[in-house]
């Protein structure tokens, strides 16, 4: 890419840039300081601003960039995944919205602490939910690298590191500065404007087509070089019974994570009452389906235009696919109209890992001062506010971001994507799920609950192809590859369940009987809610 085509795009991500740290800058100015502030906004978002916000929340450069790559890749498998981040909608519409909401004020740990005050509880979901935020955060950051390497040519290690540099130092900036409030402004308009870019793409490319999705879809399988087989289950995960179970533990990680992401069940506490919860879930929803509708025809169109030789060529785990299409149907790499579609799709991309990131940093900062500074600091001599050990806690969730996101920026975004669902899944559902639905759940449950889930599901990972073994792997020139499956979530997800039922079964303190009823009463009703 030359200076020509990098000026326009760069442009355009500075002007976003400019924007959101206007809109910081604006609401830092009257923030009052209080934990609710920071945290959930002071509860004053409307159900469709906060529908707007989740959506922002959830269509991440994952969904923008590594999905359609990989649906530019393998065809039919690539649409899987788009299949397990919308089902999962329906887990949290009618499981915990407004349950969580009800039951919480700013955190997951405070849904469970509602049943049980025990700090060991506390600390244990609190320490999963950073796990699972530093591991989404990684996603992201991978996806800014590969922007950077394509607006520059791909032959620029140090601008890669330093974008990814700089994404976090503004995340750091969103978070610290503006808290809630101007997190969901920034998602808010983060939101329209891929939305208002998927929808412009997508009309192009059917022009291109004249309406015709069939000629779309044949054009796609013949320049893939795997004909029908491209339109057919199998491509990816088809190829033996590893990979075939590989799919079905994706498939389990993407439908049940959803509902134990930190910073989407952060987002419930952000409106007034439940049933403003439950309706931003159905405005989200939406939102998201439509948008994932289009990504579909996008990563079919990558094929058809592109081709996957050359999305390959650029970013052998397809994370370029989208930017490629743009300039393709813009008329090339040398036109204007090229430029310009470009430019603007690296300038969304990089407005929407920016969005996203600043909501993680949040629900991870939020859960490190929150559940384990307040749980772990003695209660004797001065204490710091939470919310300037929040702040600080931004700065350090960054800089692990930033270093992890170096260490696997060859990797797949949607793949890393989930395997940050699969940890939450496997740590943070069961525990969330035996909190509201088990009255015979008790504290020993809960922690074991937690750790049952989060320790297998890094210790498979560690263990499986993706680190080491492989070609493809963190460390092809080593092998400690004992589990044979990418995703984790197969196994992990029901050890997480199976701990905490015996760590319920085997404890010797007897459940409350009269917490339990306090907390359905309250999680079904809102009596009592904040």
Sequence with gaps: ???????????????????????????????????????????????????????????????????????????????????????????????????????????????????????????????????????????????????????????????????????GALMVIY??????????????????????????????????????????????AERSGHGDAFLAPGLRYGGDWTARIDFVSLGLALVLG??????????????????????????????????????????????????????????AAGNTAVPLLAQRLGGGADTTGGTVLFAMVAAIAFATILAVVAGITLAASASVAHDLYASLRHRGGKARSEVAVARTAAVGVGAVAIALGLLVRDLNVAFLVGLAFAVSASANLPVLMYTLFWRGFTSRGAVWAVYGGLVPALGLVLLSPVVSGSPGSLFPAVDFQYFPLQNPGLVSVPLGFLAGWLGTVTSPQAPDEAKYAETEVRSLTGAGAV
């Design 1 to 167: 890419m030359t200076g020509h085509h990098q000026t326009p795009a760069l442009l355009l991500f500075g002007v976003f840039v400019a924007i959101t740290l206007a809109i910081t800058t604006w609401v830092s100015r009257d923030r009052h300081g209080s934990a609710e502030e920071f945290y959930a906004g002071g509860r004053l978002f409307s159900p469709m601003e906060n529908g707007f916000a989740i959506a922002g929340d959830y269509m991440s450069a994952a969904s923008f960039l590594g999905v359609t790559g990989l649906i530019a890749l393998f065809g039919y498998d690539g649409i899987l995944y788009v299949v397990g981040f919308l089902v999962a909608w329906l887990v949290v519409l009618f499981f915990v919205a407004e349950l969580v909401r009800n039951c919480g004020r700013f955190t997951l740990a405070d849904v469970v602490a509602a049943r049980m005050g025990e700090r060991r509880v506390r600390i244990a979901v609190g320490a999963s939910s950073v796990t699972v935020s530093v591991l989404y955060l990684v996603a992201q950051m991978v996806g800014a690298g590969s922007l950077v390497a394509l607006l520059f040519g791909g032959t620029s290690t140090a601008a890669r590191a330093w974008t990814v540099v700089v994404v």
């Design 258 to 315: 959803t509902a134990g992401l930190p910073h989407i069940l952060s987002r419930f506490y952000t409106v007034p009452t439940a049933r403003a919860a439950r309706r931003s879930v159905v405005w989200s929803v939406g939102l998201i389906g439509g948008f994932y509708l289009m990504t579909i025809v996008l990563g079919f169109g990558a094929a058809a235009v592109v081709g996957p030789d050359d999305v390959r060529a650029s970013n």
């Design 175 to 220: 978070v610290a500065l503006g808290g809630m409030r101007a997190t969901t402004w920034i998602q808010i308009v983060k939101a329209v404007l891929l939305l208002g870019g998927t929808v412009a793409l997508t009309v192009l490319l059917l022009v291109r087509f004249h309406g015709d999705v069939d000629a779309l879809l044949r054009t796609a």
